[in-house]
């Protein structure tokens, strides 16, 4: 099984509103080996879900290790995929191992959506349109921060 070993640019590329961090600036209990609140109550259960694509899929090389390519792949919806790209190598995405998968991705009928900044990139296989990958975006990130629904009394 994968771990993170150190690998923290998730903790800067991603926004964690449990924590009122902002995607682009490193989170405040970041640190050289890891999170400084991982096994403290006060850790988000945001963060304690988060998994990266990286982690969970054994068969991506080493090399695609967020640290190690610059990009902090995440699935969401269907067939798409977030690249959030480590704002100090804006071009991370377009170099290496990073290029390699999203050109896999793409082969393979995914949707990638890129994130650099404030800058998004929608990258689209055959038949699929920017249209229906906003609207799962959209769909995903309402779903993400409703509060679930209330029963009934």
């Given amino acids: 099984m994968r771990t ?3 690998c923290t640019l998730c903790c800067t590329v991603i926004a964690v509103p449990a924590l009122e961090k902002p ?5 405040r ?3 050289a080996a890891g999170c400084g609140i ?3 109550p006060a ?3 945001a963060c304690h879900a988060y998994r990266c694509a990286w982690l969970f899929n054994a068969a991506w090389p080493d090399a695609l290790r967020p640290d190690r390519c610059g990009v902090v792949f ?3 919806g269907d067939r798409c995929m977030a690249a959030a790209v ?3 190598h804006p071009m991370a995405w377009r170099e290496g191992q990073a290029r390699l998968a999203i050109e896999v991705l793409l082969a393979h009928g995914w949707a990638v959506v890129v994130v650099v900044g404030n800058v998004k990139h929608v990258c689209l296989p055959e038949g699929r349109t920017a249209a229906q990958v ?3 975006v959209d769909a995903g990130l309402r779903s993400a921060w409703l509060p679930p629904p209330t029963p009934r009394i």
Wanted: hydrophobic share 45%; proline share 8%; charged share 20%.
């Fill in 4 to 6: 993170c070993e150190g």
């Fill in 74 to 76: 995440e699935p969401f």
């Fill in 38 to 40: 991982f096994a403290a």
């Fill in 23 to 27: 995607a682009g600036v490193a989170c």
């Fill in 29 to 31: 209990h970041c640190e």
């Fill in 86 to 88: 480590d704002a100090a």
């Fill in 134 to 136: 906003w609207a799962q």
């Fill in 43 to 45: 850790r988000p259960a």
